[in-house]
């Protein structure tokens, strides 16, 4: 028997669900101006295809450079963390504090440190994208069971050795976890970002959109935005496949494939 996709259970499904709301509005002769049909959403996608391309690029500038900022911050010092206890027991605490704070509140006042465009965009997107990766890596980097660590120490492992050829393999799976998590979120980030210091961006163009009562370009351009946070998504999935052939999930998921 031929096996299908992995992803083709998904696919069917949000088919389906496309089908399911493009006959409730036509039977339920729902009004346009409140939910306009799937296939009238397509359409002006198609049709206003280079507006929301370059809107979608502008968006995509803040999400790559927030998200991969976040990963450069994140990883780094979840390791200090995990390797000198007093920095953790000063540190984290204000980490967890600061995560309070909404960051729709720091939106505004980011405009007024750094101004309208790009940078208060990725920073933004940072500070959304960077809780998730520093709790998951920290905990990836404690997950070193007792006995390893005994056994290396006792062959006399230095400590550099010790965090570079134990803790970090330990960790991959703990620090891909966290990525993944916050990939979903950096395009809200970038979003929450555009509606308050942009004057593009996918982000911009929906308040725009919002203020004009146009709700077939709003939903197209959450259509859009979906899709922009899967892709991500899907180069965070990707990248870990890559590094770890090794680890569990990756032969569940084989294994799972290979049932079908």
Same mark, same amino acid.
């Given at each position: 028997?031929?096996?299908?996709?992995?992803?083709?259970?998904?696919?069917?499904?949000?088919?389906?669900?496309?089908?399911?709301?493009?006959?409730?509005?036509?039977?339920?002769?729902?009004?346009?101006?409140?939910?306009?049909?799937?296939?009238?959403?397509?359409?002006?996608?198609?049709?206003?295809?280079?507006?929301?391309?370059?809107?979608?690029?502008?968006?995509?500038?803040?999400?790559?450079?927030?998200?991969?900022?976040?990963?450069?911050?994140?990883?780094?010092?979840?390791?200090?963390?995990?390797?000198?206890?007093?920095?953790?027991?000063?540190?984290?605490?204000?980490?967890?504090?600061?995560?309070?704070?909404?960051?729709?509140? #720091? $939106?505004?006042?980011?405009? =007024?440190?750094?101004? &309208?465009?790009?940078?208060?965009?990725? /920073?933004?997107?940072? @500070? !959304?994208?960077?809780?998730?990766?520093?709790?998951?890596?920290?905990?990836?980097?404690?997950?070193?069971?007792?006995?390893?660590?005994?056994?290396?120490?006792?062959?006399?492992?230095?400590?550099?050795?010790?965090?570079?050829?134990?803790?970090?393999?330990?960790?991959?799976?703990?620090?891909?976890?966290?990525?993944?998590?916050?990939?979903? #979120? $950096?395009?809200?980030?970038? =979003?929450?970002?555009? &509606?308050?210091?942009?004057?593009?961006? /996918?982000?911009?163009? @929906? !308040?725009?959109?919002?203020?004009?009562?146009?709700?077939?370009?709003?939903?197209?351009?959450?259509?859009?935005?979906?899709?922009?946070?899967?892709?991500?998504?899907?180069?965070?999935?990707?990248?870990?496949?890559?590094?770890?052939?090794?680890?569990?999930?990756?032969?569940?998921?084989?294994?799972?494939?290979?049932?079908?």
């Amino acid at each position: 028997m031929p096996r299908l996709p992995r992803s083709a259970g998904s696919l069917i499904a949000l088919a389906l669900l496309f089908v399911i709301w493009e006959l409730v509005v036509r039977v339920g002769n729902v009004p346009a101006y409140l939910l306009p049909p799937p296939s009238t959403v397509f359409l002006r996608i198609f049709s206003d295809r280079d507006f929301i391309l370059y809107n979608a690029g502008v968006t995509m500038i803040a999400v790559t450079a927030g998200f991969a900022l976040s990963i450069v911050v994140s990883i780094p010092l979840a390791a200090v963390l995990a390797q000198y206890a007093w920095i953790e027991h000063t540190v984290y605490p204000l980490l967890v504090a600061s995560q309070t704070i909404p960051k729709v509140a #720091l $939106a505004p006042l980011m405009v =007024v440190w750094f101004g &309208f465009g790009l940078t208060p965009k990725i /920073l933004i997107t940072f @500070l !959304i994208c960077f809780f998730p990766i520093v709790v998951d890596t920290l905990v990836g980097f404690r997950s070193l069971s007792k006995e390893v660590r005994w056994l290396a120490k006792s062959m006399g492992v230095s400590r550099w050795h010790m965090f570079t050829q134990f803790q970090v393999p330990a960790a991959l799976p703990n620090i891909f976890a966290g990525i993944k998590v916050a990939s979903t #979120l $950096a395009v809200v980030g970038a =979003v929450v970002g555009e &509606f308050v210091a942009a004057d593009s961006g /996918l982000g911009y163009q @929906l !308040i725009v959109a919002n203020g004009l009562l146009d709700v077939e370009l709003s939903i197209a351009i959450l259509v859009v935005l979906s899709v922009l946070g899967i892709l991500v998504f899907a180069v965070v999935d990707v990248c870990e496949r890559l590094a770890l052939p090794w680890h569990v999930s990756q032969r569940h998921n084989d294994l799972a494939a290979g049932g079908r």
